[in-house]
């Protein structure tokens, strides 16, 4: 009898100190724990969303989102102050091959949709289209058709790195600097999408502000909603001379010149919590919440991934 009660006694001590709530490095499985996401400011109104209905799907999971510019989350990330990264960057192979031996594990990389950077001026403004000239002017503080100021998140974001480098690509940005003409128009770097568009309905001169998609895109959104009231998107000239507005047929079409893919990046060694949520945004209900963001899925009906555990 003593024997009996002895042994209970270690099965219920094991039992106690196993941990139930999912908490601590390691402990976490894909639908339950806590950790740490890094998503870039753009996505903001999306992420928020995503992670709203992961939760209330798992309820004893807890995504905490970083929001930033991708050299800030990578950094974050390589310190393991990140469980993964969602950011508008495709690393190559010999970049993927850096990042697993700084990690020291396997970098699983998914594309999950196309976004795009937007700009947008005051309604009152008699501009509808800007040309690729028009756009190399504005990134270098130079004047074209009347603006006065210029609001875009920093040279450290995407959007500011991916419409720069097209532009130099295709050598829009050093014919932009040969007419030395107009004056310098005052550049403003903003903490964020949503700063930059509120300073920009404030703003009685006129001004054009450069953002991601997401912010502006989604016709559900209220805060969306509120500064497309305001704003109004502009026409892009693309490479072939045509003018084009980042909407999903656009973006789907490559007709838009200033598309980036959004990709997760995680390199968790087990099957955690991160790799849960990855697959989440990846499935029909993440990728039709994806597409109600204004961004165009990879796979709208979701698609079979391999995520690797080492």
């Not at 006694?9 to 724990?33: H, K, L, M």
Request: with cysteine; net charge neutral.
């Amino acid at each position: 009898m003593r024997k009996s009660i002895f042994i209970l006694a270690i099965i219920i001590f094991s039992y106690s100190c196993q941990n139930y709530n999912y908490e601590g490095r390691g402990n976490d499985v894909p639908t339950a724990g806590t950790i740490k996401v890094g998503f870039e400011h753009g996505d903001s109104l999306m992420v928020v969303q995503w992670i709203d209905i992961f939760e209330m799907m798992y309820p004893k999971a807890h995504i905490i989102p970083q929001f930033g510019n991708y050299n800030e989350l990578v950094d974050l990330w390589i310190k393991d102050s990140l469980q993964g990264v969602f950011i508008h960057k495709n690393f190559n192979q010999e970049e993927l091959n850096w990042l697993k031996q700084k990690k020291n594990a396997t970098v699983n990389k998914i594309p999950l949709g196309k976004t795009s950077s937007a700009f947008v001026t005051q309604k009152s403004t008699s501009i509808d289209s800007l040309t690729l000239w028009d756009v190399g002017r504005l990134l270098n503080g130079k004047s074209t058709q009347g603006i006065e100021e210029f609001y875009y998140t920093g040279r450290g974001a995407s959007d500011y790195q991916n419409v720069d480098t097209i532009l130099t690509n295709q050598e829009i940005v050093k014919s932009s600097l040969e007419n030395k003409e107009g004056e310098k128009i005052k550049v403003t770097n903003c903490i964020n999408d949503d700063s930059c568009l509120r300073r920009l309905e404030k703003s009685k001169s006129p001004t054009i502000a450069m953002v991601s998609l997401n912010s502006i895109a989604d016709s559900k959104d209220p805060i969306a909603i509120e500064h497309l009231k305001k704003l109004k998107v502009l026409k892009i000239e693309n490479k072939s001379n045509e003018f084009h507005l980042p909407f999903q047929s656009q973006i789907s079409a490559e007709q838009y010149p200033f598309i980036q893919t959004l990709y997760s990046y995680e390199s968790q060694g087990y099957s955690g919590l991160i790799k849960g949520f990855v697959l989440y945004t990846n499935t029909q209900s993440g990728q039709a919440l994806l597409q109600k963001s204004g961004l165009f899925p990879m796979n709208s009906a979701g698609r079979k991934i391999q995520i690797d555990i080492e």
